[in-house]
């Protein structure tokens, strides 16, 4: 089954670090742009960070300076490194791709299920 899985959210205190990762399925065969996005509750998602194929990111204004996004395209795995982290930054990150599968089925979009990031004292 296609899956993007998010992990390593969850409590830290204001000035703290936190670095998500999102891991593709081993049904997805190559994957184009991913990105994060957040949701703040009662608030619209947006966009966080998009990195290319060829591995070049680009980041939202509010994050630029403390997040750091990468990936690595052997494992298949996305990484958000958040530093300096503010209150600001608690939301559920989502993890989102661009892909085709061993099936050759091309997805475009694709949502992971979330991780919840709180940013708290």
């Known amino acids: 089954q296609v899956q993007l899985v998010e992990s390593g959210g969850g409590l830290v205190q204001p000035g703290g670090s936190l670095r998500l990762s999102c891991e593709a399925s081993?049904?997805?065969?190559?994957?184009?742009?991913m990105r994060w996005y957040r949701q703040a509750p009662g608030k619209q998602r947006e966009t966080v960070a998009v990195i290319t194929s060829d591995g070049s990111p680009n980041y939202a204004d509010s994050v630029k300076g403390r997040f750091t996004m990468s990936r690595d395209n052997a494992k298949k795995t996305a990484y958000l490194q958040m530093n300096s982290l503010k209150p600001e930054d608690t939301a559920v990150y989502y993890c989102n791709a661009d892909f085709v599968t061993i099936y050759r089925r091309t997805f475009l979009h694709y949502w992971g299920q979330g991780t919840q990031v709180t940013v708290s004292s």
């Open positions: 081993r049904d997805i065969f190559s994957i184009s742009a």
